[in-house]
């Protein structure tokens, strides 16, 4: 191996956080080493490599200094996976509660003994359907996965993925950390009041989602090239799936579509769900963006509808209209009133 030392945070972030505190994150970061990348809404990726000799200090005592520093800072708790790549470090980070720390030593011995074991569906780019499939053929884990010739994954899965699958479950992953911050972004999170297994009520959640983008968007005389969901179960993990978008946009409608689509491709089946994150990506001005001529009126009505609400709204707040799909229905009471 290469002999890198990569490190995933993922912060305990609450809802309605400051919306500069990423920023103010990547720059407590960027004291212990200049090669941070900052994964919205909550984690980073840290190259500290070079920032081990410079600290004095093994790859563990240096993930626990960027905690403690982060908890002494922000009053944030983090997970820490620190590994000899990305991939790795991030698989390290999603399976420990926030205050906690996983190292996996730079040896194929260790890596080995860390992935094995592992659940396949843990593995970047394999998804609940693909997941399914290769269960179908007594592929359940990554050890599974590693003992199969990459030619038969190719035949299951396609080229291209069955080769990036096959190098995944040998710990292999070419990411580098890039300091270059993303192009602008906004995000919005739904957490639900208990473990959610109804696909009905995430949907309701990614379109309440959609609409507080949409209108954020419009307010600030933005658009969206893309959008990133990402969902997180009761047991801590998470699943995150980014979209480029047909055209940029800063329409409720069409953001609702994009997100379901993202959602859909996860294939989730009774998946306990604790909350879902919404985030439009590669934002520009609204003068900038172009929009796709097409002979389809269907979404004329909606956008027609969006703006008069987009005026009600401006005038009695953000909540007096909604789409229909949100509107909530209230018990009636002893009395028979609503």
Not at 137 to 142: I, K, M, Q, R
């Amino acid at each position: 191996m290469s002999g890198r030392h990569l490190l995933h945070l993922r912060f305990d972030v609450a809802d309605g956080h400051d919306t500069e505190l990423p920023e103010r994150l990547r720059r407590l970061l960027e004291d212990v080493t200049p090669r941070v990348q900052m994964i919205e809404p909550d984690s980073a990726a840290l190259d500290i490599t070079g920032a081990i000799p410079y600290w004095k200090r093994d790859a563990r005592g240096l993930a626990e200094l960027v905690q403690l520093r982060v908890l002494a800072h922000f009053g944030l708790r983090s997970s820490a996976g620190c590994a000899p790549n990305r991939m790795l470090a991030a698989m390290a980070c999603a399976l420990i509660p926030p205050g906690q720390r996983t190292v996996v030593d730079d040896s194929p011995e260790a890596i080995a003994a860390f992935l094995r074991p592992r659940p396949v569906r843990e593995l970047p780019g394999v998804g609940a359907k693909t997941a399914t499939m290769l269960g179908e053929y007594g592929l359940d884990t990554v050890g599974d996965v590693v003992d199969v010739p990459q030619l038969t994954l190719q035949r299951l899965l396609g080229v291209r993925a069955g080769r990036a699958l096959h190098e995944h479950a040998q710990g292999r992953d070419a990411q580098v950390v890039d300091p270059t911050p993303t192009p602008a972004s906004i995000s919005a999170e739904h957490r639900f009041v208990r473990d959610e297994l109804n696909p009905a009520e995430h949907r309701r959640a990614l379109l309440a989602l959609a609409d507080d983008l949409g209108a954020r968007l419009r307010d600030a005389g933005q658009t969206a090239s893309g959008l990133t969901c990402t969902i997180r179960y009761a047991d801590q993990s998470s699943t995150r799936r980014s979209r480029a978008l047909p055209e940029a946009t800063q329409h409720t409608v069409l953001l609702a579509r994009a997100a379901y689509a993202v959602y859909e491709s996860l294939g989730l089946q009774r998946a306990r769900v604790r909350g879902i994150a919404l985030r439009a990506d590669a934002l520009r001005p609204a003068h900038r963006a172009t929009r796709q001529l097409t002979l389809d009126t269907q979404d004329d009505k909606p956008l027609a509808i969006e703006a008069v609400a987009d005026r009600a709204r401006a005038r009695y707040g953000h909540h007096v209209l909604r789409p229909a799909a949100l509107a909530v229905r209230h018990q009636r009471d002893s009395r028979g009133r609503w």
